[in-house]
């Protein structure tokens, strides 16, 4: 039933389909894939905030996401791709190409901001000719010099932090939204997805025809807390989780399953809970935690409408076959349980309206499983996201891939597309630091594969590194355990047996290589150490 309900979902927008894979061998070169695009195209990159793996349709969840459905199922799910562990160290690796730690001012995770010496991707898909537009969630710096303005956007309306509530609540810091780097004022009507598609969509619409093709990053705020929804969505899901997180779990896994998404050799003895199971809740409150739940539906069923709007506008002013698409969430799922003071009211009738303030808490356990763990760490719970590619002229439509592929890719991919390449150690006279990704443009012309591994050339994390079928990963001072563990990816893609100390040679080994990357790359490693 499951299988029907999405084949039909998909059936509902004709997509047709580009998508590309990394080589085995990342320090390989790859061969021009971007020859199967008879124009360059458009770009439009979807960026989801805290979404889990398992919380769209097309990847096993039960939220009503028509929308995102039928593009995946039209395009190709990447079921093995990494981000970072928290939102502003996406946006970093995204942006510069290369390793967060690298790409960032980290003195203070509060303050960071994208590095001087880095050239942003807008500014080079700029150059390369195109139209940049931002809409949604900045989060690496704000001040002079330090806004989407500043590193190439050529339109943009952004919240410059990292999470603000999705209603305009008095009083709102000046300068948290910005257009053009100029503070706004918010209307009084504001609510964040339906603000930022506008948004978008005005962008779009002032210089369409003009022959010069886009590229856009959506980067809405949705389903970061708080959970707020217009009124219109506070029930949908009424009763929709009275079961509690364990049918969740299980429903959720059967369908991921069946979808195909879900990693060869996966298991759930990986997967890590941090609350009591629900039956060792009291009634009142399974009631809240489900109440929760529900608005998390809402807001990422809000979310799925908003990019509706975004596609029929393309459709109908004749972008859509020539925009690539790109999905994915900035990190896993969130499992933060937030304080609130005396001027929120968070009574079960008030939950989910703009003066509420509440997180999913620990349904983001469900959202991240079968990984371990969740936003905040460099597990697989949180680095893999859900992520898809759709084009007119992909050869694997409608499929699913598990190649290795990183954020940092995103760059040199969308450059590749553009005709360009990102211009090494020196940019208009000045030095910067090289991009470290690697363009999977490939995987429009590849065939499907299983393999998990991340290849010989190793990809450096602040907390992790990945080399092959092997990841060294330190989660000591978060979750406990010895400071580095070491997973076979390839046989346990759920982190679920630690190895390093039956291969402790080969953990030590790949110490070092964390150690001499991070090194030669100046990444403040005494930072990363913390």
């Not at 509902?12 to 070169?29: H, K, T, W």
């Not at 093995?80 to 290369?98: I, K, P």
Request: net charge negative; proline share 5%; charged share 25%.
């Amino acid at each position: 039933m499951y299988r029907l309900r999405l084949t039909a979902l998909a059936s509902l927008l004709p997509f047709v389909v580009l998508a590309a894979c990394v080589q085995e061998d990342r320090s390989a070169g790859f061969a021009s894939g971007s020859e199967a695009i008879q124009a360059r195209p458009n770009i439009l990159l979807i960026m989801a905030d805290d979404l889990g793996y398992t919380d769209l349709g097309s990847f096993g969840g039960e939220i009503r996401t028509p929308n995102l459905d039928a593009l995946a199922l039209a395009g190709v799910r990447l079921t093995n791709y990494h981000v970072a562990h928290a939102c502003s160290q996406t946006r970093t690796m995204l942006l510069s190409g290369t390793y967060t730690e690298v790409g960032a001012i980290a003195a203070n995770p509060r303050t960071r901001h994208l590095a001087e010496d880095v050239v942003a991707l807008p500014q080079l898909m700029r150059d390369a000719g195109y139209h940049t537009y931002l809409s949604g969630k900045w989060h690496v710096g704000s001040g002079e010099g330090r806004h989407p303005a500043a590193r190439g956007f050529e339109s943009s309306f952004a919240l410059m932090g990292g999470s603000a509530t999705h209603f305009k609540v008095p009083p709102v810091r000046e300068g948290l939204y910005t257009e053009n780097g100029v503070p706004v004022v918010l209307p009084d009507d504001f609510y964040s997805t339906e603000a930022y598609t506008d948004k978008m969509i005005e962008y779009l619409q002032a210089n369409e025809g003009d022959g010069v093709p886009f590229f856009a990053w959506y980067t809405p705020t949705a389903p970061h807390w708080p959970m707020q929804v217009p009124d219109d969505y506070l029930h949908r899901y009424d009763g929709a989780y009275d079961a509690g997180y364990e049918d969740l779990l299980r429903r959720r896994i059967e369908r991921a399953e069946e979808m195909g998404v879900l990693p060869a050799g996966y298991s759930l003895d990986g997967y890590t809970r941090t609350t009591d199971p629900w039956d060792g809740l009291s009634a009142e409150q399974q009631r809240v935690q489900a109440r929760k739940m529900e608005l998390y539906a809402a807001m990422v069923e809000n979310f799925d409408y908003h990019v509706g709007r975004l596609i029929r506008y393309l459709r109908e002013s004749g972008q859509f076959e020539n925009t690539l698409i790109m999905f994915s969430s900035d990190n896993g799922a969130d499992i933060s349980v937030r304080q609130v003071d005396d001027s929120i009211d968070n009574s079960y009738e008030n939950l989910g309206r703009a003066n509420s303030y509440v997180s999913v808490e620990a349904w983001g356990d469900i959202h991240s499983a079968p990984f371990r763990w969740n936003k905040g760490a460099e597990t697989e719970g949180g680095l893999r996201a859900p992520a898809f590619i759709h084009h007119s002229s992909v050869h694997n439509a409608g499929g699913v891939d598990n190649r290795f592929i990183t954020v940092m890719d995103v760059m040199p991919t969308f450059l590749e597309l553009a005709g360009s390449e990102h211009p090494g150690t020196e940019y208009q006279g000045r030095p910067v630091k090289p991009a470290r990704g690697r363009s999977f443009v490939d995987l429009l012309t590849s065939d499907p594969t299983i393999e998990h591994d991340a290849g010989p050339e190793p990809v450096w994390y602040l907390d992790a590194l990945y080399r092959d079928r092997w990841k060294i990963v330190r989660v000591a001072e978060q979750r406990g355990g010895p400071e580095w563990e070491l997973y076979d990816l390839r046989s346990d893609p759920s982190e679920a047996t630690d190895l390093s100390e039956d291969y402790a040679a080969l953990r030590d080994e790949l110490i070092g290589e964390w150690q001499r990357i991070g090194a030669e790359s100046g990444a403040q490693l005494d930072f990363a150490i913390r």
